[in-house]
Structures are given as C-alpha cells and as structure tokens.
C-alpha cells in the first residue's frame, strides 16, 4: 500500500473510533505522546479551546466525554477530498470533514406500520471543518503526532469545553 | 493502478449504477454468482432482511424495485472513508455511504422568476449507513463477490421488503 | 505519488480555492487556456448556461462572483467516488459532488448561554451534481485543461447566469 493510502486509512480509522465511541481504538492510531487540539470558528479566528496530550487521555475523551448514542441513534464522521504530503518518516493530511447525526424514530409496539417506507428517523449535518494531522512513520506503520481539528462552526461542544477546561487551566 | 484504488472503481461505479438506476451498470461490477445482503438497524441489532443472488437478479432489482426519480429528481449515494484489505485475490471494503436525495422545485411556466437565485429544490440526506463487500480479482479484474449493506436507520424500504419477501420465503 | 492520487489532489484544490474564494489558487490549478463549462438540469437534459475561459478568467469569477461568506458562515465544497482515467498525459475524472453551507448563530453580546451545547448554527446541503474535468500534464504536474460541471439541480446561481451572459452573449 501506498503512504498516502496508509495515511487515508489512519484517518478513516480515526472515524470509526469516534463513531463507534471506542477509545481503545482511538488511542491505538496515535503516538504514546500524541496530542489533539480543537480549535472553533469565532466569526473568522480559530480560537484554540485547549488540547488532549497523550494516546491514553485522547482515547479516555472518546469513552467518557463524547455523548453515548441513544438507542437508535447514530453517527458518521465523515472526511472529505483530502490533501497529503509525505516528507521522509513525517506526512501531513487536510481534510474536510462532515458529521452525520441519525435518529432512528420509536418503533411502534407493533412494529412498524404497513405503509411506512423510506428512513424511519433523520439523518442531519450537525458539524463541519478541517482535520489537519501531522502523522509519524514508527515501526512501518503512520501514526497521528498531532491532530489539529478546526471547527467551521462556533463553540460546538460547550459540555466538552468546561470538563475539559480542569484538565487545560 | 493499484489495487487499493480499481477496488475504490467498482464501489464507485456501484453508486452510479445506483443513481442512474442501470440495472446493466450493475450487473456488470459482480460476479455472476455475487451476491447483497441487506441488514437494518434495530436499536443496535444488525436485522437481515434478506438477499439477493446472482449478478442478474441485483441488476434486475435496481431496474424494478428502486423507485424512479421523478422529472427533477435526482440522488447522490456517496461512500467515504474506506479501509480496504487486500490478500492475493481476494479484497475487503469497509465504506460509510450517505444517500443525497436531490428533489427539483417545479419550473414556473414563464421560467425562474428574476429574483429566484440558489438552487430550486432541497438536497436531504435520507439514508446513511456502511457498504462492506468482498471482492475477488478474477481475469485481471476486481469484482464483487459480496455486498454486505449495513443501514444505521431501522426498516428504510418497506416496499423492497415486501416485494423481496416473496423471493426469500 | 500515483498520476492518480495528483489528480484527486488537483480536485481536492479546486474545492479548497471555491470555499476560501481564493481567485489565485483557483487560477494556479487551470492551464493558461483552460475552461470551465456550467451546466444546469432541467427536468434531466443538462442545459448548458455558459463558460469561463482562461485561468485567469476563472480566478477571476471565484474573486468576483461567487458571493462572499458572512461573517459566521462558511462552505465545504466536497466530492466522493472518483473515477479516473488516466491515458499518457490526459485523464479525465468523474466525481460527485455535494456543497454543504454552513451559516453560524450570532454570537450573544455576553457569549453562549451555559445551556448552549452542540453547533450553534446550521449545516445545510445546498448543492449536488458532478464534477468531469479533463486534466493534461504539463511540465510534470496535472493541471485542468477543462472542468465540466454538472448540476443536479435546475438554474442554481441566477446572479452569475446574469453576468455571464454578457460574456456569453
């Protein structure tokens, strides 16, 4: 496989994780001292909200601060048209992103009724920016040094934000 | 081309067919005797509604039993974010998909009216979900083997279940 | 890096110049003589409503024409399932695109309420079809001889088709 394709697959197994709400998995694509930033859209200035440092404390973010799907709910990050530079054992990638919400409706007591057809439940846009990675070749394999997420939006994750702000004060 | 990339080709000619509901298209990306499988979403329990077999009847179904799109309808089924296994002849994917559903708003007889600007219609995202297939290479080519087709939502096609349920009795 | 993935990367530039509005990044990836030609789909015959000539005239319309982002808002122009041919130094390329419109909340005098979680603002799909340019390389690199692009909707910029006509006129 190619290092771009190695580095396209770091990515998509970055999306799964969150998906999935598996921080075992989070953790395994990153460096032991790897770092997360996030960073929100303020009407035009990325303003930094404060990092994740380290593979353990990235994958415990996804298990214990991202919200649990409910039942019949679920997500898709998605990423988009991306741009990579390979220099010896260091890569960079930028890409979009899009995050999917699905919300299944209730399912009736008796199931679902004779005429209905098509999603039961909706499938919304929630959020959008850009992944940019620095990633590391160790071992034959790439693995994330630093991801820098950059929200299109404003303050996206406010309960994140003042759990988080113990760790970063 | 490598691998990596003609198996992306065929899940990429696979949404095409799709769209433009090419039965032919369709036929022609698996093997005679491919198979799909389809599964919905049951509040986290992956549900069989049952499958198809044979290159020709998954042409056919895409033919008969995906609803037309009306005069300015259209869709987009897009794949993203694929982790793809290759060992010697045989080859697995692992897609997120979301289908755009593109529904024109009907042109005024006299035309657009001088004001309207943007675009005359919505573009809802109405099913999402994960395409993992099987592939084989047989005489230089990657085809599909099997199309296993994961719905996030619960019960999307109620009609195809129907019409489908008397083929697997 | 393969002739194919520099492609997806000329693509993946292309998205990146229309969402910053970036008329010289826009120019950088068109040959000198290159085109773009725009067509909408009226009840499914594609109806083309004109053309950009040049790199420069191509920058140009991104600067000029395309409608400048509000203050909270941005967009993501992405594409999804590539097919690319690539013969001696011309390929062609067939990508989906969807255009996703992000338009954020005003920001309170005071900032977010404690309350507020999730995106403060809107993720709207307001564009789909597909991208088919005609790429050449030139001096070692692919650049775009000529972008076809595809609406999946009817009449979508009404402004620019009023101003090009008077170059297309």
């Given at each position: 496989m190619s290092d771009e394709r190695e580095i396209q697959e770091v990515m998509a197994r970055y999306v799964r994780a969150a998906d999935h709400r598996d921080g075992t998995a989070m953790s395994d694509?990153?460096?032991?001292e790897g770092k997360t930033e996030i960073f929100y859209n303020n009407a035009g200035t990325a303003e930094r909200l404060g990092e994740l440092v380290g593979a353990k404390a990235i994958g415990a973010a996804v298990t214990t601060l991202m919200k649990p799907h409910p039942p019949r709910g679920w997500s898709h990050h998605t990423t988009h048209d991306p741009i990579i530079e390979v220099k010896g054992d260091t890569a960079t990638l930028d890409a979009h992103f899009v995050v999917f919400n699905v919300v299944g409706a209730e399912k009736p007591e008796g199931g679902w009724p004779e005429k209905a057809a098509g999603a039961q439940g909706t499938i919304t846009p929630i959020e959008a920016g850009y992944y940019r990675p620095t990633l590391k070749k160790v071992g034959g394999r790439w693995m994330m040094a630093l991801l820098r997420i950059y929200h299109s939006h404003d303050r996206v994750h406010l309960q994140i934000t003042l759990r988080l702000s113990f760790q970063f004060a």
């Open positions: 694509i990153f460096l032991p």
